[in-house]
């Protein structure tokens, strides 16, 4: 999910989000107060959380990526760094140091598939994964909203000239990349301890799933993202536990070898 809504923000703006971690921060930090506001599971509050998301994507965007979205990239880079380090400390400042955690029944449910024991809340995870991703697709191929989106990734100037309203194509995708990133935070929230830096576990690997898939390819992205699960969940068992994400790193460089553009990714045209 982290991958896939980092994807769209490429693929509609050219640019990488590096702010990502913080998001995903935020969606845990919005569920455990969701979950304490209208005293609530993580998943009958998820439209709750959404809208938070939603509401603090279109600050950021009004307030930060809008100044510079048409700048160079190490603007670009930048200022999504140092919105990762406002968006930290202001959380910090709020919610404090101590780490947070969410109650879920789900954590103590257990389910055989395949063969394979696991958690129902990782089933329940993956299934919301797959579900807004297939949603996401379809909406961008089969829908007018997503022809627009379509055309202004491949260029502005002439969408506009086809009577595409850009900017809201731009603020759509942005708010629609930061609510997926948070809705991952959002179900994965019963999971872990809830601290400022819990999305720095996550970042890494998105971003080598974005462009082990191809850049810009919601695809890519997802499948992506579920092979290096498996590569890390792999190694780490049956390896050693220490060499999991260097596994992730490893195939990264393997693939980059010998397709540079990525697993789904097209080369550049050449007029």
Not at 27 to 34: E, K, L, R, T
Not at 47 to 52: D, E
Not at 121 to 129: E, K, N, Q
């Given at each position: 999910m982290l991958a896939v809504g980092t994807t769209i923000i490429f693929g509609v703006m050219r640019m990488i989000n590096f702010a990502s971690s913080a998001f995903i921060m935020l969606?845990?930090?919005?569920?455990?107060?969701?979950?304490n506001l209208f005293h609530a599971g993580v998943y009958?509050?998820?439209?709750?959380?959404?809208?938070?998301l939603a509401i603090l994507a279109y600050l950021s965007f009004k307030l930060a990526i809008e100044k510079v979205m048409f700048r160079d990239a190490a603007s670009v880079i930048i200022v999504t760094i140092g919105l990762m380090y406002v968006l930290q400390n202001i959380t910090l400042m709020i919610f404090g140091t101590t780490p947070l955690n969410i109650f879920s029944d789900l954590r103590m449910k257990f389910y055989t598939v395949l063969g394979i024991t696991t958690q129902a809340?990782?089933?329940?995870?993956?299934?919301?994964?797959v579900l807004l991703t297939v949603?996401?697709?379809?909406?961008?191929n089969k829908t007018?909203?997503?022809?627009?989106m379509r055309a202004t990734s491949e260029s502005q100037e002439i969408a506009q000239i086809l009577g595409v309203n850009?900017?809201?194509?731009?603020?759509?995708?942005?708010?629609?990349?930061?609510?997926?990133?948070?809705i991952a935070g959002t179900i994965m929230s019963p999971l872990y301890n809830i601290t400022i830096g819990v999305g720095s576990i996550f970042g890494s690997t998105a971003l080598i799933a974005i462009v082990l898939g191809g850049m810009g390819d919601i695809r890519g992205a997802f499948i992506s993202g579920i092979?290096?699960?498996i590569v890390e969940a792999l190694v780490s068992v049956f390896v050693a536990p220490e060499l999991g994400q260097s596994a992730t790193f490893i195939l990264f460089l393997v693939v980059m070898r010998f397709k540079p553009q990525g697993l789904f990714g097209r080369g550049e045209r050449v007029a």
């Open positions: 969606g845990m930090y919005v569920a455990w107060w969701a979950c009958v509050t998820l439209p709750f959380s959404v809208l938070v809340i990782r089933l329940i995870s993956f299934g919301t994964s949603i996401l697709a379809l909406v961008i007018s909203y997503g022809r627009c850009a900017k809201f194509v731009f603020i759509s995708a942005w708010i629609i990349g930061i609510v997926l990133t948070g092979a290096l699960g």
